[in-house]
């Protein structure tokens, strides 16, 4: 299946930026999770966890966020929050 682009942000650094499968994130509505091609959006996160899988079937990176809001269109998918780091 095809790759698309995730960056993670704050406002101090970039923490994450690479091509993966899926990301899924804590949104303020529940959990969402997107493939590539996914229909573009914007929504607000939740404190959680971001979950990134590099290739299909591979182990996921997790990232603990607070706040902060996901962009996404058919090839990128930004994530912009107060607060986060790796686990």
Do not use: N
């Not at 960056?7 to 499968?21: L, N």
């Amino acid at each position: 299946m095809a790759k698309f682009t995730c960056d993670i942000a704050t406002p101090v650094a970039k923490c994450y930026t690479g091509e993966v499968h899926y990301v899924s994130v804590p949104g303020t509505e529940g959990e969402m999770g997107f493939l590539s091609g996914h229909v573009p959006l914007v929504s607000t996160l939740s404190d959680g966890v971001v979950r990134i899988q590099e290739d299909e079937g591979g182990s996921f990176k997790e990232f603990a966020v607070e706040g902060g809001y996901v962009q996404v269109s058919g090839t990128k998918v930004i994530i912009l929050a107060d607060k986060a780091e790796q686990r």
